[in-house]
C-alpha cells in the first residue's frame, strides 16, 4: 500500500543516516503491508549493492538484501527448505529479503529458523560500528530484536560445517502451505551431537544443545526446562498448547529421524 | 519507467506502491484485493519476473520494464494464458483473475506440477479453484454460440474476454476528473458518546477541503441493509451519529485532494469521547441491567417463540433424544474487490454514484429519501462487481458519498481498505443454536426444537430477517409435525453482521443435521436412512413454528435423488491413509427457498436493434453469479437467435424500471422470469410483424427500419410464488490425531436446483459456494478482544481458503423440472454452502468418535477436543 507520509528515500543508505522518522527498506514486502504513519523517509538499502551471496572457505555470508529467491536458488537444501516455509507465494520471494525477516522478528519468520538453526551469526552496523551477535539471539521477542533504530542489518553468516551436516525439518501449521505455527530444525553437530532449534511455536528462537543425540526422554525433560509454558505463541495460527504439543511431537520425530 | 512498451515518465511519490502508480497510468487491471501483499490481485512483471505490486516501492521500478494484464499480449489478441482462462471460464467475478494470469503465465513446468504451492499467494474467493486448475492446465469448459438451444449449454461470460485481458470495468477502474478523495476516520471505543470533535486541525492539512462530523448528518434514521420491503430492517443508522456502538463505526470523513491529505486530516481530528458501558456477547447483552444500544428497553431486536404440534409429547413418545449446542464464528464476506463508491453529479446536476453493490435501486432509494431527492434525481450505477456474498446488500459507503458530494457539488470517491472490510463493514452472523431432536427407534423424528441466539452486533441491518430464514427452512425440510423454536436477535457493542451466503441457514442447518447424524447413531441407523424417514416430500406442506410467508412450495422435488448421489458417494472404496490416521464420512443435507420472501421485484426489457440484434436491459448486477450468461440464453432461445447476437445492460438504474437486487438467490428466478417475459413479448409481436416469414437477420432489420419507434418487449417479475431448491453434501476424511489435520478424501456435492440452465456456471457456483462453506468449517474467524476490537484485520489474520485448502467436489445435479421457475429453474447461488459444515462435522465425529460443536475446526482446535476425549 500506499506509505503516503514519506516525503523522501535515501538511496542508497548507509550506517549513520537514521534519525526518528526513518525506516531500514529491504525489499518492502513486509514495510509496505502496513499502514505507517510514522515514517518520513525510507533509507533503501538494495541499492547499495551488497553481493547477495559470498562463500569463503569456511562459511557463507548473505547479504541482508539477499532476496528469498536468491537464497532459494542457492543449492542448499536447508535453505530451500525454509524458503518453501514462507507463507509468502514465490511472487514475494523475488522482493523480499533475508534482513528484512530477519528484522520482521515475527516467530514464523523462517529466516530467523534458518540462521539460528546453523549457528549463524548477525552482522549489525551502526553509527558507533559493527558489532556481531548471534542470529539465535538476534530476535527478543515477538516483534522485537536486539537492533537498535539506528542500527541496520548487514548479513547473517552461517558456517559451511553447519550449512553440510545432516538435518531434519518440521513444519506444523493450521493449514496446507500456512503460515507456520511450528517450525523444527535438527541439526548434527561436528562432535555428533545434536542442534535443536525451535522456532515459529515460541516467541522468539531457542537452540537446545546436547553432546551426543539424546534419548527420547531427556529430549522432552530438556523441551519442558528450557522453553518455558508462557514462551509459547498464542494467536490466530495456533493455540499455545498444541504448539507446544507439536514442538514435543517433531522434537521426538527429528531426534528418531536423525538417529537413523 | 516502461510500462507495457511504452515510457512512463511520471515520477512516482517517494512512499507509493508501484499498484497504485500503474492504476494512475491507466492500467486498471491491476486490482487491489488486499494492499498487503497477500491476494496476488495486483501481480504484474517487473523486468519479466512477478511481483506483487501492492508492496513494491514504485520508485524502484523506475528504470525497470512493467507489463500488466493489459500488456500480456502484446500488440493483438490474447496470450496463451489469458485464452485458456476464457476457454476453461476459470473465473466468477473476475477481480482476481488478472493476477492469476499474470501468475500463471511466469510459472515454470516444476511450478505448473506443484499448483497448490504456486498459487498459494493468489486468493479467489468465488470459484473454488478447481476452474482455475482446469485453466492452467487447458481444459476447455465453455461451448461457443451456436444455432439451437442455448439454454443447457455451458456458454461463458459475456464478459469474459474482458474479464481475462484486464479491461472489464469494476467500480473504481475509471477516470474521473477532478475526484476528491474521501477517509473515514473510525472510533476506537466501542460504545461512546462524542463529547467533542475537533476538526480545525484537519480543516488546516492542505489539501483538505471538508470534514464530515455528526453535525453533518441529515438527520434520518435507516438501516444499511437493502430489502424490498423497507420494514424488514431497524431503523437504527445515522450516515453521522453522535453515539458510537462500536469500535471501527464511522465517527467523521475527511475529503481531500488526495488520499494522502484525507489520511492525514483524520490523525489530525481529535474526538472527545464520553465512554459508555458495552456488551460484546448476547448473553451480556441479555442480562438485566445491561447497557440498552437501541431505544430504551431492551437489546433483542427481533424474536420468535412458537410450536407446531406438542414438542413436550413428541420427546415423551420418543426412544431416543439428542440435544447439543453448537456455535458458529463471525466470517468476513472477502470479496475480493472491497465496498467502495464514487459519486458525481451529471450535466444535469443529478446525483449519479457509482457503487460496488447488490442492490443498485434500493440503494438509490435509500440515498434518495435519505437526502429528500426524487428518484428521477438520482441513479445509481454498478460496474462490474468483485463478488458479493451478500456483503453488498448494504449501503455502507454510499450515503457518505453522496453526503459528499451534495455539500461540495464535486465528485467524491471512497475506497475501503482490506482492513475496514473487517472492522466497519458486515460480517455473517454468530449464531448459538441448542438443538435438540427425538425419535422412535425407526428413525422417525418426534420432535424438534430449535434454540438460537443471534448476535446482530451493534445495528439491526438484516438481523430479525436472518433470524427468521434461519428458522424456517433447516426445519420445514423434515415432516416431523412437533417443532418448536425460540429465537432472539441481540444488539452488542461488536462489529454488525448483514447479509451473508444462506442467510441464516448455514448456521442453523450446522446444529440440526449434527443432531440429526448424532440421533441415527444412538439409534444405529444408516444417516442417509435416516434422512429418507424424515425429509418433506412432493406435494407435502412446509412447516415450521412462526409466521412465515404462506407463497412456498415444492414446485419440483429432488432431494430424494441428492440422498441417492450421497448414497453412491459413500459406497465408494475407501484409499489407503498413512498409519495412524483416522477416516470417516459424513453427510448432510439443506433446502433452502428460491427467493426472499415478501416480494421480490424485476423489471426487464429487450428492445430489437436497427441491425437485427437485441439490447436486453436488466437491473440487477453481475458479480460472478453468471446472471447475465443465463440471461442471455434465456432471451436467445425466446427470440430464436443465439446469445452473442444479445446486448445484456444492466445494473443502472437508468435501464429499467426497478429491480429488487441481486441477493436471495434470484438472478436466474425472478430476473430471468422477467426477461423470459419481456423475450416472450417481443417475440410475438416480432412474428405478428414478420407476417409468416421466419425472423432472420435481414427480416429483423427490416421490421426494425419499418417500425415508427423501437420495438420493445416488457417483462416483470414479482418473484411469488416461491419453490425451493435442495443440497446436499458428502465427504470423506482422514484425520490425523497426533496433529488434528484432517484431509478431505472425498467430497460429493448433489443439487436440485431445477433444469439447469448453464451446466458449467452452475457447477461453478456450487464448487465456490462449497469452498466458502469449507473456510467456515476448517478456518475462518474474525475474532474480536475484550474491548471489542476487530483483531483479525487482513488476509495473513484471516485465512481464506487457498487452492491448496479445497479439494476438488465432485458435483451432480437432480433431474427434476420446476413448475415455478424460468424454464423450469431454480435458484443454486446460496445453498450449496448450507451442508458444508455439519457434513464436514459429521465426518469428524465419524472418524474419531468426537463431536465437534463449534466453528470452524482448525487443526489446533481438532487437536484440544481429540486429546481431551
Known amino acids: 500500500m500506499d506509505l503516503n507520509t514519506v516525503a523522501e528515500v535515501i538511496s542508497p543508505a548507509g550506517p549513520g543516516q537514521w534519525r526518528p522518522g526513518d525506516a531500514w527498506l529491504g525489499g518492502g514486502t513486509a514495510l509496505f503491508a502496513e499502514p505507517r504513519p510514522h515514517l518520513s523517509r525510507l533509507l533503501d538499502l538494495p541499492s547499495a549493492g551488497w553481493p547477495a551471496l559470498t562463500l569463503s572457505d569456511d562459511a557463507l555470508e548473505i547479504a541482508a538484501t539477499c532476496t528469498i529467491a536468491e537464497l532459494a536458488d542457492s543449492g542448499y537444501p536447508l535453505a530451500r527448505q525454509c524458503c518453501q516455509a514462507f507463507l509468502a507465494s514465490f511472487k514475494i520471494w523475488n522482493v523480499a529479503t533475508v534482513g528484512g525477516n530477519l528484522c520482521a522478528a515475527l516467530p514464523a519468520g523462517p529466516m530467523i529458523s534458518f540462521g539460528a538453526a546453523l549457528d549463524g551469526v548477525c552482522l549489525i552496523l551502526g553509527p558507533d560500528g559493527p558489532r556481531e551477535v548471534p542470529v539465535a539471539d538476534f530476535v527478543t521477542g515477538e516483534g522485537t530484536t536486539v537492533l537498535d533504530d539506528s542500527e541496520l542489518l548487514r548479513s547473517i553468516t552461517v558456517p559451511l560445517s553447519a550449512l553440510s551436516a545432516a538435518f531434519a525439518f518440521r513444519q506444523g501449521s493450521l493449514h496446507e502451505h500456512g503460515r507456520s505455527g511450528v517450525l523444527l530444525i535438527g541439526r548434527r553437530t561436528a562432535d555428533g551431537g545434536l542442534a535443536l532449534t525451535v522456532t515459529a511455536a515460541t516467541k522468539r528462537p531457542y537452540v537446545l544443545r546436547f553432546r551426543g543425540l539424546p534419548n527420547a526422554e531427556v529430549l522432552q525433560i530438556a523441551l519442558s526446562e528450557r522453553i518455558p509454558p508462557d514462551a509459547y505463541v498464542g494467536d490466530v495460527h495456533g493455540l499455545p498448547t498444541w504448539r507446544r504439543h507439536l514442538t514435543r511431537l517433531y522434537a521426538e520425530e527429528i531426534r528418531q529421524e536423525l538417529a537413523a | 519507467m516502461r510500462i507495457n512498451g511504452s515510457e512512463h515518465d511520471r515520477a512516482p511519490r517517494p512512499g507509493q506502491c508501484l499498484r497504485t502508480y500503474l492504476r494512475e497510468e491507466g492500467c486498471f487491471g491491476v ?270 431486536i427481533g424474536e420468535l417463540h412458537a410450536e407446531t404440534g406438542d414438542v413436550e409429547a ?257 459406497r465408494t472404496p475407501v484409499p489407503p491413509v498413512p498409519a495412524g490416521w483416522r477416516v470417516g464420512d459424513g453427510m448432510a443435507i439443506a433446502m433452502i427457498a428460491a427467493g426472499p420472501p415478501g416480494g421480490h421485484f424485476a423489471d426487464a426489457t429487450v428492445t430489437l436493434l436497427p441491425d437485427g440484434r437485441f439490447e436486453l436491459a436488466v437491473g440487477t448486477a453481475e458479480f460472478g453469479n453468471g446472471s447475465t450468461t443465463v440471461h442471455a440464453q434465456i432471451a436467445a432461445d425466446t427470440l430464436r437467435t443465439t446469445p452473442d447476437r444479445i446486448t445484456v445492460r444492466q445494473s443502472d438504474t437508468d435501464v429499467v424500471r426497478h429491480d429488487t437486487g441481486a441477493f436471495g438467490s434470484t438472478g436466474v428466478v425472478v430476473a430471468g422470469k422477467a426477461v423470459l417475459r419481456a423475450t416472450t413479448t417481443l417475440y410475438e409481436t416480432l412474428v405478428a410483424a414478420a407476417g409468416g416469414r421466419e425472423l432472420d437477420e435481414a427480416v429483423l432489420k427490416e421490421i426494425a427500419a419499418r417500425a415508427g419507434a423501437p420495438l420493445t418487449g ?104 420446476d413448475a415455478i421457475g424460468p424454464l423450469g429453474a431454480k435458484s443454486m447461488s446460496e445453498s450449496p454452502f448450507n451442508p458444508v459444515a455439519p457434513a464436514l462435522a459429521n465426518a469428524l465425529r465419524d472418524a474419531t468418535g468426537v463431536r465437534l460443536t463449534a466453528l470452524p475446526f482448525t487443526r489446533d482446535r481438532v487437536w484440544v477436543a481429540l486429546d481431551g476425549a
Open chain 2, 314 to 570: 413428541g420427546f415423551a413418545e420418543a426412544t431416543a433424544v439428542c440435544e447439543r449446542t453448537f456455535s458458529t464464528a463471525r466470517m468476513q464476506h472477502a470479496s475480493l474487490e472491497t465496498h467502495g463508491a464514487v459519486g458525481w453529479l451529471d450535466d444535469d446536476g443529478r446525483l449519479v454514484i457509482r457503487s460496488s453493490t447488490q442492490t443498485p435501486f434500493l440503494t438509490r432509494r435509500a440515498v434518495a429519501a435519505l437526502f429528500d431527492l426524487p428518484l428521477d434525481r438520482t441513479r445509481v450505477i454498478a460496474g462490474r462487481v468483485g463478488g458479493g456474498f451478500g456483503g453488498k446488500q448494504e449501503m455502507l459507503v454510499e450515503d457518505l458519498v453522496a453526503l459528499a458530494v451534495l455539500k461540495l457539488r464535486r465528485p467524491v470517491k471512497l475506497e475501503y481498505t482490506r482492513a475496514e472490510q473487517f472492522i466497519g463493514a458486515t460480517t455473517r452472523h454468530p449464531f448459538k443454536v441448542t438443538l435438540k431432536a427425538g425419535a422412535r427407534a425407526d428413525g422417525t423424528l418426534t420432535a424438534l426444537r430449535l434454540e438460537a441466539v443471534v448476535d446482530t452486533g451493534a445495528y439491526g441491518n438484516h438481523g430479525p430477517a436472518v433470524m427468521f430464514h434461519g428458522c424456517h427452512e433447516s426445519l420445514a425440510v423434515y415432516r416431523c409435525v412437533n417443532k418448536r423454536t425460540d429465537a432472539v436477535c441481540v444488539y452488542t457493542n461488536t462489529v454488525p453482521a448483514g447479509a451473508f451466503r444462506g442467510y441464516g441457514l448455514g448456521q442453523t442447518t450446522f446444529a440440526v443435521e449434527s443432531v440429526l447424524d448424532e440421533l441415527a447413531r444412538m439409534l444405529d441407523i444408516d444417516p442417509i436412512t435416516m434422512r429418507e424417514r424424515n425429509i418433506v416430500r412432493a406435494g407435502e406442506p412446509l412447516l415450521a413454528p412462526g409466521d412465515h410467508a404462506d407463497d412456498l412450495s415444492i414446485a419440483s422435488y429432488g432431494l430424494d435423488q441428492c440422498l441417492e448421489h450421497i448414497r453412491a458417494a459413500a
Open chain 2, 31 to 300: 486490482k487491489k484485493g488486499c494492499d498487503t501483499g497477500d491476494c496476488g490481485a495486483c501481480t504484474v512483471h517487473v523486468d519479466g519476473r512477478p511481483v506483487h505490486s501492492c508492496v513494491y516501492p514504485a520508485f524502484r521500478a523506475a528504470d525497470k520494464s512493467i507489463t500488466t494484464v493489459e500488456g500480456l499480449a502484446g500488440p493483438a489478441g490474447r496470450h496463451p494464458v489469458q485464452q485458456a482462462f476464457l476457454d476453461a471460464q476459470g473465473f466468477q467475478c473476475g477481480f482476481c483473475t488478472a493476477g492469476l494470469i499474470m501468475t500463471t503465465a511466469a510459472l515454470t513446468d516444476d511450478q505448473r506440477a506443484d499448483l497448490p504451492r504456486s498459487l498459494k499467494g493468489n486468493l479467489c474467493r468465488c470459484t473454488g479453484y478447481r476452474a482455475i486448475a482446469d485453466a492452467v492446465a487447458g481444459v476447455v469448459n465453455v461451448c461457443e454460440p451456436a444455432a439451437g438451444p442455448a439454454v443447457g449449454a455451458s456458454l461463458g461470460a459475456p464478459a469474459g474476454p474482458q474479464v481475462v485481458t484486464g479491461t472489464a470495468r469494476y467500480t473504481f477502474d475509471l477516470d474521473v476528473p477532478g475526484v476528491l478523495h474521501m477517509k473515514v476516520l473510525r472510533s476506537t471505543v466501542a460504545h461512546a458518546r462524542i463529547a467533542a470533535i475537533a476538526t480545525e486541525a484537519a480543516l488546516s492539512v492542505p489539501g483538505v477541503v471538508a470534514v464530515l462530523t455528526h453535525a453533518d448528518d441529515p438527520g434520518r434514521l435507516f438501516s444499511t441493509a437493502q430489502h424490498e420491503n423497507v420494514t424488514e430492517d431497524p431503523a437504527d443508522t445515522r450516515v453521522l451519529d453522535d453515539v458510537v456502538r462500536y469500535a471501527g463505526q464511522r465517527v467523521a470523513a475527511v475529503v481531500a485532494t488526495s488520499e494522502a491529505a484525507a489520511e492525514e486530516g483524520c490523525r489530525a481530528i481529535t474526538v472527545d469521547y464520553d465512554r459508555l458501558p458495552a456488551v460484546f456477547t448476547p448473553a451480556a447483552a441479555m442480562r438485566p441491567g445491561a447497557p440498552i444500544l437501541h431505544g430504551t428497553d431492551s437489546n433483542v
Open chain 2, 714 to 817: 416488457q417483462g416483470s417479475f414479482d418473484g411469488t410464488p416461491r419453490s425451493v431448491a435442495f443440497n446436499a453434501q458428502w465427504f470423506r476424511v482422514a484425520v490425523d490425531p497426533r496433529t488434528g489435520e484432517t484431509r478431505i478424501l472425498g467430497s460429493v456435492h448433489s443439487a436440485d436446483a431445477g433444469t439447469v440452465l448453464n451446466p458449467g456456471q452452475l457447477r461453478g457456483q456450487i464448487e465456490g459456494g462449497v469452498a466458502q462453506g469449507l473456510g467456515s468449517a476448517l478456518a475462518e474467524h474474525v475474532d474480536i478482544d475484550d474491548e471489542g476490537h476487530v483483531t483479525t484485520t487482513g488476509f495473513r489474520q484471516y485465512h481464506l481458503p487457498t487452492y491448496a485448502d479445497v479439494p476438488r467436489t465432485e458435483v451432480l445435479f437432480a433431474d427434476t423440472d
